[in-house]
Each structure stands twice: as C-alpha cells, then as structure tokens.
C-alpha cells in the first residue's frame, strides 16, 4: 500500500509502524536531525529523519512516501494545536515520488501573495488549509440541502447546458452550432425555461444545484459563472417557498456552524429600503435611517427643500474633531455626492455645526426628538432624490457600524425581504 494511514490517524497510534504520504509542509534542520511536517488531506504530522542526506534532498511542498514508527513526542517537544501534536513519526524510509521546484511562494504565506499569482498556481493556493476547508464546507452545503430536499419529496434534475437564447438579467455565452452555421446555442443564465416546463409536466418539487452562466461586468459578488440551489413548486404560495427556503438555512447553519436559527422575520421591500436605504439590511446593529420631509416642510434651508430628507444618527459622534467630520466629506465625495451636511449635540443638548446655522429655532428644538439622538451624538443629512439621498445614509451607516464596532464578527441577523416590486 502507497499509504496506511492517514495524518491524523496517527495520534493514538504510538508505537506501531506505519506508512503515511503527503507534501512536505515545512522543514527544519537540528544538526544531523531533520524535522519536516507532512501533510496530506487529513492534517499534519511531524517526521524525524536521522538521515542527513537524504534530509538535505527534502525541498518545501515535494510529494513523499514515508516508512518508520510513531513515537512520543520527547516532554516539553508537544505542539497541542496540533491533532497530533503528542506523537512524531521516526522515519525509516523515505520515498520522493515528486521533487518540487523552486516555489513561486511559500504556502503558508500566500496571504501576502497577489491573486493573479496564486491563480496562476492554483495547486499550490488550494493546499492551504483554509482553501481546501472552503471546497469541503462547499461539499458538506451541497449534501446538506440534497438530503434536506429529497426528505421532502423533492427530485433533483440535471437540465441541459446547452439551451437557446432567452431575455435575462445579464447577456448570454454563445457557442457556435458546428453542422449548422450562423446558429448558436446559449450558456443558461439560470434553468428557468425547463423547471417550468417539468412543473407543466406534473413533477411538482424539483431542485438542482446548478451552474450558471452571465456575461456581465465583473464586480465583487458577481462571476461570469456560478453555481445555485435551484428550486420549483407546483400548487405553493409565498409562505411555503420562504418555509422550504428557511429550512435549508436553519439546516445549514445548524450542522456548518452550530449557530440555531430562530424563525426568521419578514421585511417588505419598501420598509427596508425606508428604514435601511437598502433592499439587503445588516440588521446586526439598531441603527435607522429617519425621514424628515414633513419635519422639514416649512424650512427656509434650501438644501432641506427636496423630495427626500433624511438623517442618520451616529451614537457619540459628537466627540469627532473637525478634521474627522471633514474627512466624512471627502468620503460622501468619493460616492458621487456633493458632501454630507450634519451637526453634533452637546452634552447640554445644544446644536452646533454646519447645518444649525440654517435651520430655524423651532427645528431646532424638536430635531433630537424627531431623529432620535442623544446628547453626545452626531446627526448626518442627505437631501435630494429618494434613492441617491437613501443610498447615501445607508453607506453611512455601514461606516458608522465599522468604525464603532456595532458589527460583531461571528454573529448573524437574518431577514426575509419580501413584496419586492417587479421594476425599479
């Protein structure tokens, strides 16, 4: 046999000789002794080679076999964050079924590294520990959701790759029809024409995880193809797509991450995009966007005689200094607005800033109710059209959640955006 066991097998298996094979991860040298980690798709364990010259032959991520006994690491010598941390394999007999050559980075540093790069090298950026937890969490996802769906009767269905060209979101991957000229076949965007057409023909539930193609510009969250749980139901409403779709979820979240959902809270469109400016809330942090149109019906300010007027209330902005409230225009600039108008309460509750000035006694003097904010606080306007005035306060605050750490990591705040409209 090429291997016995694997790496992480070994922690209890002191005392026994065994054969084992993987990459040389990292390696060290102690005056005739030599100590390399070996890793394979399992973990990590630590080799001793007595050897001194074929331990000079051993070069960083080299594919080897090795021969010998699992030992007790020596008192003192035990790395506990490792699985095997107690034990080392003394090598007998080393195998090099590959000599790596000169590396284009360090895999344990490719961090550091540009992406271009590590793209180049995939085989060597997905040897990371943290890439290959990526492809099997993939995995453990897609076995989830297939469990979940055929436990409800669900039937997966491969559709076809090849389709015709049908209106979309985004344009299409064309191929060329080799035996008929001028015609072309197209990349789907999504399965949609045939899971309609296998609800017409009685299957009901079906599902399928799905690789889909968009030529469309590149952006973060978008890829010229990716893949998606696809779903369709005969004779449903909306409750019971959001009940199938908050099942998989709860699933999900459960068994990925031993986080327990509750049930999750519905939110119409036009009430996110009134209290958040966006149709996709972190709803990680209370922090709202307040409408002041009729607040402001009467004001002389001419900034604050829109269509839209809207404030975001930053707890404890106040104690901001003048360049850090400057530094906020430059940063409203960057995204296409003129600036972010805004003043700060005392801890007396007095207003002072740049937009006092222009707002009358009596706006005054109901603006921290009519806002919310505290004394201590700092309170940013947008005026102008609904959605670029929205857009604004609700990149502000996502900026005021980063810089005051409302945002926890590792905490989640789920919500069901419904009663989307079908155009902009």
Known sequence: MLKTHSCVELANKAGQRITAAGWIARRRDHGGVAFFDLR??????????????????????????????????????ENLELATGKVELVAEEVTIFSSAAALPFQVDDSDQVSDETRLRHRYLDLRRQKMSDNLRIRSKANSIARNLLNSLNFVEVETPTFTRSTPEGARDFLVPVRLQPGKWYALPQSPQLYKQLLMVAGLERYYQIARCYRDEDFRADRQPEFTQLDIEMSFVEQDDVIKIGESIVKALWKELGDYQITDIPWLTYHESIRKYGSDKPDLRYNLELVELMDYFQETPFRVFQAPYVGAIVMPGGAAQSRRQF???????????????????????????????????????????????????????????????????????????????????????????????????
Do not use: Y
Request: net charge negative; glycine share 10%.
């Open 326 to 424: 400057d530094a906020w225009q430059d940063w409203a600039k960057q995204r296409g607005a003129e600036g972010l108008a805004w003043i700060s309460v005392s801890d007396e509750a007095e207003i002072t800033g740049p937009v006092a000035k222009n707002i009358s006694d009596a706006e005054r003097a109901g603006l921290l109710t009519a806002t919310g904010a505290k004394p201590g606080d700092a309170i940013f306007f947008a005026a102008g059209e609904a959605s670029e005035a929205r857009g604004l306060l609700a990149a502000a605050r996502t900026e005021i959640a980063n810089q005051l750490g409302l945002a926890k990591p590792g905490e989640w705040s789920f919500v069901w955006i419904i009663d989307a409209p079908m155009f902009e």
């Open 40 to 77: 394979d798709a399992t973990g990590v364990v630590q080799v001793v080679v007595h050897d001194e010259e074929l331990a000079h032959s051993l070069k960083p991520e080299s594919c080897v076999q090795v021969h010998g006994s699992i030992q007790i690491r020596p008192a003192g010598n």
